[in-house]
């Protein structure tokens, strides 16, 4: 079986990720793609990020209807900070002979000799980079001094049509009053306007 794997806080998830998921689906031959969402991820401690249950709750209404899209909760049950390179070996080591594929964005590509174990997350799973907004060319030139050969032969960049949302604007035009009509899921917009996220002071939101 071919697992994509998406990682995020999704806070709030919309259409951009959903896109992103659908495309990397289809141009890979993937047969599911497990979202899942993060605990507390290493990147984001000096941010404020809305509850793990709220985060779940939002993917699950988002994904709700696609035979092959599921979501994981590994990372939201793990104590302290989750590293990638931990998730993909404990998913590793429960799926045997399955191909991973770690769908990121090519701004997260570019970051990705300083995660923890770069190699050894490649040598796990295959790296599917789609195109982003702010991010001209490829991202893999840019890795060739960083990366041994077999590491990078173990990642492809993907373009997909452009989708200019952000969660951090969502949550701006949130707290501003203004609309997020069509940049997410109705059920999502729903869920955000019902449960009053975003609506506090923002700080320290990057």
Request: with cysteine; glycine share 8%.
């Amino acid at each position: 079986m071919r697992i994509g794997l998406y990682g995020g806080t999704f806070d709030p998830v919309h259409y951009g990720h959903l896109v992103l998921a659908e495309q990397c689906r289809e141009q890979c031959r993937l047969d599911e793609v497990w979202f899942i969402p993060a605990g507390h991820p290493p990147h984001k401690t000096d941010q404020q990020i809305s509850p793990v249950a709220c985060r779940v709750d939002m993917v699950q209404m988002a994904i709700a209807g696609h035979p092959q899209f599921r979501v994981d909760l590994r990372e939201t049950k793990r104590a302290g900070l989750n590293y990638t390179v931990d998730t993909l070996a404990e998913i590793a080591g429960e799926r045997p002979g399955h191909s991973l594929h770690l769908l990121i964005g090519a701004d997260s590509l570019r970051d990705l000799p300083t995660w923890r174990e770069p190699e050894r997350i490649l040598e796990l799973a295959e790296i599917v980079a789609v195109n982003r907004p702010g991010v001209a060319g490829s991202v893999l030139e840019t890795l060739k001094p960083l990366l041994n050969s077999h590491a990078l032969s173990r990642i492809r960049e993907l373009t997909i049509p452009g989708c200019d949302i952000s969660s951090r604007d969502l949550r701006r035009r949130v707290h501003d009053g203004q609309s997020v009509r069509y940049l997410m899921p109705r059920a999502v917009e729903c869920y955000v306007e019902e449960r009053g996220l975003y609506q506090a002071q923002m700080t320290n939101d990057k």
